[in-house]
Each structure stands twice: as structure tokens, then as C-alpha cells.
């Protein structure tokens, strides 16, 4: 169980302190205007504090001190960055992120070291994958503009045997690792699928369907 800090209760904020309360943690919810937690369940346990995100003040009420991990998602860029540093920098928070709008002030963000979403393709997913213990982590990655991800892909038997390039080639993916007896590996040049290996491909979201159909069949047979 940790605790864990959100700054904004609007749908994205809502949603993250349920995820979190419904996984076991504490949290604390921040918003300068009170009505905001309406959208708070009812029975929500955690703490609801009215203030300025940024404010010091405000984030100890909110315990972020405790803290395993802040969450800005508010829906201004400058206030969300600002209390990002505030909580990893005075606060010492050791898993931030930050929800932006403007996509060359992320760029400028991350090269500083503060990870950001941004809000095209915004879900939720993709803070809890940034501030949950990696041990809850479950399903697929996306990287944080949303346009590819990391699957756990399911092949049809008829592709034993064949080699890792095939399936990249049919398929039009990159093979990040396979799982082999319960071990992950890098595939090489040489490296065939074989039974019982799970594998674990990069590819772009909006193929996801259509390289599960292909790979679902057995492989075309060579002319």
C-alpha cells in the first residue's frame, strides 16, 4: 500500500483516485474549486483538500511528504509543471508526471527530466503506468504519444519453427523479447518461435486488430 497525490478532480483526476483506492492505496485528491470532487463516488475515502496544487502548503495537507507518487492533471500546463517540481524537488517524491497540452512544452519538460502525458490520446492508463509500483503494472505499454505499444501477441501453432524475422516481416512488427520457459530473451539473427515461447512485439495501436488477424493464421506458404 502507498500514497499517492493527484492535483485536479477533473474526469482524469476522478478516474486515477478511484484506480488507486480500488488497488489497495491511500490517496489524496487537490482542486482550487471544491465542487470539482463531486465527481468523487460516493464513498470515496481518501482526502479531498481545496487549495492551489503548487502551493506548499496545500500538498502537505495532502501528505504529499508521504508520498510514492504525484499526479498533475489539472488543465493547465503551467500549474501542472510547476506543482510537478514543487512536489519532486521540495518534496523529494520519487515518481511524478505531468499532463500537458502543449506538445513542444513536453518536449522541454522530458528533456528535463520531468515526465509528462500528453493530452491528445490522453487515457488515464498512461499516468498509472508512470506512477504505479511496476509490480501492478499489467497489460500493454504505450509510449507516451500513444501511437505505439508493447503486446503480448498469440500465434498460431503453424508458426513453430518458423523464425522471429518471418513473423516480424508478415506481421510488419519488431520482436522486442520472447518469454521462454519463464525467462525473457533477445532474439538474434537465428532465432526461431517455438513451443510454449510467448512473444512480445512493438507495433503501431491503430494495427493492433489487423496483426492479430494475420498472426492468428498460419503463415502463407512460399510459392
Request: glycine content about 8%.
Given at each position: 500500500m502507498a500514497h499517492f497525490v493527484i492535483m485536479g478532480c477533473g474526469r482524469v483526476g476522478a478516474t486515477l483516485a478511484h484506480t488507486l483506492e480500488d488497488a489497495g492505496h491511500s490517496v489524496a485528491i487537490i482542486d482550487q474549486d471544491d465542487r470539482a470532487f463531486r465527481r468523487l463516488r460516493t464513498g470515496f475515502s481518501g482526502r479531498k483538500v481545496t487549495g492551489v496544487g503548487f502551493?506548499?502548503?496545500?500538498?502537505?495537507?495532502?501528505?504529499?511528504?508521504?508520498?510514492?507518487?504525484?499526479?498533475?492533471?489539472?488543465?493547465?500546463?503551467?500549474?501542472?509543471?510547476?506543482?510537478?517540481?514543487?512536489?519532486?524537488?521540495?518534496?523529494?517524491?520519487?515518481?511524478?508526471?505531468?499532463r500537458i497540452y502543449d506538445p513542444g512544452r513536453a518536449e522541454i519538460y522530458q528533456r528535463l527530466g520531468?515526465?509528462?502525458?500528453?493530452?491528445?490520446?490522453?487515457?488515464?492508463?498512461?499516468?498509472?503506468?508512470?506512477?504505479?509500483?511496476?509490480?501492478?503494472?499489467?497489460?500493454?505499454?504505450?509510449?507516451?504519444?500513444?501511437?505505439?505499444?508493447?503486446?503480448?501477441?498469440?500465434?498460431?501453432?503453424?508458426?513453430?519453427?518458423?523464425?522471429?524475422?518471418?513473423?516480424?516481416?508478415?506481421?510488419?512488427?519488431?520482436?522486442?523479447?520472447?518469454?521462454?520457459?519463464?525467462?525473457?530473451?533477445?532474439?538474434?539473427?537465428?532465432?526461431?518461435?517455438?513451443?510454449?515461447?510467448?512473444v512480445h512485439a512493438m507495433l503501431r495501436l491503430d494495427r493492433s486488430a489487423e496483426v492479430s488477424h494475420i498472426l492468428a493464421k498460419a503463415p502463407a506458404k512460399e510459392s
Open positions: 502551493d506548499r502548503e496545500t500538498l502537505k495537507q495532502a501528505g504529499v511528504a508521504e508520498a510514492y507518487a504525484f499526479a498533475a492533471v489539472s488543465s493547465g500546463d503551467n500549474s501542472n509543471i510547476l506543482a510537478t517540481r514543487v512536489a519532486r524537488e521540495t518534496f523529494h517524491v520519487p515518481h511524478v508526471v505531468a520531468i515526465p509528462t502525458v500528453a493530452a491528445v490520446r490522453w487515457s488515464a492508463d498512461q499516468v498509472l503506468r508512470r506512477i504505479l509500483p511496476e509490480q501492478h503494472l499489467a497489460g500493454d505499454f504505450r509510449e507516451p504519444s500513444g501511437r505505439l505499444m508493447l503486446a503480448e501477441l498469440e500465434l498460431d501453432p503453424a508458426w513453430i519453427g518458423h523464425p522471429v524475422s518471418a513473423i516480424e516481416k508478415a506481421a510488419e512488427i519488431r520482436v522486442a523479447y520472447l518469454t521462454r520457459f519463464g525467462e525473457g530473451m533477445l532474439p538474434g539473427p537465428g532465432t526461431s518461435y517455438q513451443e510454449g515461447d510467448t
